[in-house]
């Protein structure tokens, strides 16, 4: 929206996401990089890998590398991310019946 209130850009992300016993694994992350807000959210069924896409004023839409674990089985938790640095995260997750956190430091 313009200061006169007219709508200059919509865009949409999509996304697939499905959980059938908890909300854990839902939604997304909205953290604020480099001009832009980076939208990252579960991409696979197994929640094993975290998408990027970010948007900048201008409504420009890019799809990031994706990332995840060298090791099976890590679920993220992406909504529960927090802002730690200027440009670094922790991401919660679950590996094996155990909460652990993934440090995701952004380019």
Known sequence: MNKDGV??????IQKDQFEDETDNYLSYAAIPFGGEIHFLFNNDKRNEIVADQSINALGLIKRNPTFKTEEKGHQFMPRLSKQV???QIIIPCSYRGYICFAKVDMP
């Open 7 to 12: 709508q200059e850009w919509s865009k949409v």
């Open 85 to 87: 640095g200027a440009k």
